[in-house]
C-alpha cells in the first residue's frame, strides 16, 4: 500500500478517516501495518502490501483459487500480447485518452488483467476483490506508482460517495448473491459526469446445458473442478470437427480459446462459482436509467452477437444524487 492511498480510505463501517499504522515498509510500500478508526474503533489489517476491509473470501473462494493458481494467463505484458487491452476496448468503448490522468475504480479485479491496461493507459486504477486475488494481482501489478490493490465488499467499500472519474466491472457483477444490488452499491462511488462500463452474462441457448452442468459443478470440491476442466485443453480438438464438434460444444460447454492455459482457466471460471446470474440487455439498460445515467450505449465487440454477453456503458447524470 502507498501512502498517498490513505487519502481516500475511509472507514467501510462509518464512513470515518483512518488512521496508519506502519509495521514494514519497503521502498515507498507499506507491506504490513494497519489501519484505524478513531470513530467506530474498526481496525483492519496491511497484509502483502493490501489492505483487507475483509477478513474471509465468503462466497468467492473458487476466485481466491482461481487467480493466484493462473495468476499470469491474461496479463498482457507478462504474455506478449494485446488480448486483453483489445478485451477492455471492446467491452467499455474507451480508449486510452479516455482514461489517462483519470482515477479509475476496477470492481473485481482478479489477477490484475484490466488495471495493468489502465495503468498503461496513464490512469490512476484502484483495484478492488473480495476474494485473495488480490495477492495475485498485488504481484502483477500493484507496486506500480498509479496502481493501488484493496481487499474489501463492494457492498461496503471503504471510499468516500464520488471518489472517482470512472468505474468498470467486467464479468463481476453477476458473481454477487444479487446482481442488480451490487450494481446500485457501487454507483455512489462514480462522480456525477463519470463514466461506469459493465459486462455481464447473458441469457442465450449456450448458457442451457452449462447451468445444467453447474447444478453439479458447484456442490463438489472446487479443486476436483479445476482438475476436470484441464479436459478443455484436449477437447478443443474434438469440438472443431464437423457436426459432430458442433454438437459436442453445445452439450458440453468449454472454452474455445486457442491458448491451452487460457481455455482451462476460461472453462473453470465457467463452472466453480457459486453465483452466476445471467440478463439481458433491456433489463441493465434499467437500471442505468434508474440510477440516473444518460448516454447509456450498447457495446458489441468485433465479432460478437449482441444477443449474447452484455457490455454497457452510461454517465452518470451531473445533476443526480443518491
Request: proline share 7%.
Amino acid at each position: 500500500m502507498k501512502l498517498n492511498f490513505l487519502s481516500i480510505l475511509v472507514c467501510p463501517n462509518c464512513k470515518k478517516s483512518l488512521d496508519l499504522e506502519t509495521g514494514s515498509e519497503v521502498q515507498g510500500e507499506i507491506l504490513e501495518g494497519a489501519l484505524s478508526c478513531r470513530s467506530c474503533r474498526s481496525r483492519f489489517p496491511i497484509w502483502k502490501g493490501v489492505p483487507r476491509f475483509v477478513q474471509m473470501d465468503e462466497y468467492v473462494d473458487t476466485f481466491s483459487f482461481e487467480w493466484n493458481r493462473f495468476h499470469d494467463v491474461q496479463i498482457d505484458i507478462l504474455n506478449a500480447t494485446d488480448e486483453s487491452e483489445k478485451s477492455l476496448r471492446g467491452k467499455t468503448g474507451w480508449s486510452p485518452a479516455d482514461l489517462a490522468g483519470k482515477r479509475v475504480l476496477d470492481v473485481g479485479v482478479g489477477a490484475g488483467r484490466f488495471a495493468e491496461v489502465v495503468s498503461r493507459w496513464g490512469g490512476e486504477v484502484v483495484g478492488v476483490d473480495l476474494s485473495f486475488a488480490v495477492d495475485a494481482a498485488y504481484g502483477n501489478v500493484g507496486k506500480r506508482e498509479n496502481v493501488h490493490i484493496v481487499q474489501a465488499d463492494l457492498f461496503r467499500l471503504p471510499f468516500p460517495e464520488g471518489t472517482f472519474d470512472a468505474m468498470y466491472s467486467l464479468g463481476v457483477l453477476h458473481h454477487t448473491p444479487d446482481t442488480k444490488k451490487a450494481f446500485d452499491a457501487v454507483v455512489p462511488y462514480l462522480k456525477p459526469g463519470g463514466e461506469f462500463a459493465v459486462f455481464l452474462y447473458g441469457m442465450g441457448p449456450y448458457a442451457y446445458f452449462s447451468d445444467i452442468w453447474r447444478k453439479m459443478t458447484t456442490k463438489v470440491p472446487h479443486r476436483l473442478v479445476y482438475y476436470l476442466s484441464a479436459l478443455a485443453i484436449p477437447c478443443y480438438y474434438l469440438g472443431k470437427l464437423p457436426l459432430v464438434g458442433l454438437g459436442f460444444r453445445f452439450l458440453l460447454p468449454m472454452s474455445q480459446h486457442p491458448t491451452p492455459r487460457w481455455r482451462w482457466l476460461d472453462t473453470f471460471d465457467w463452472y466453480s462459482p457459486k453465483y452466476q446470474h445471467k440478463h439481458t440487455w433491456p433489463e441493465i439498460y434499467r437500471w442505468y436509467e434508474e440510477n440516473g445515467f444518460t448516454e447509456v450505449k450498447l457495446l458489441v465487440e468485433p465479432g460478437e452477437s449482441p444477443l449474447g454477453n452484455i457490455n454497457i456503458r452510461g454517465r452518470r447524470n451531473p445533476g443526480s444524487a443518491r
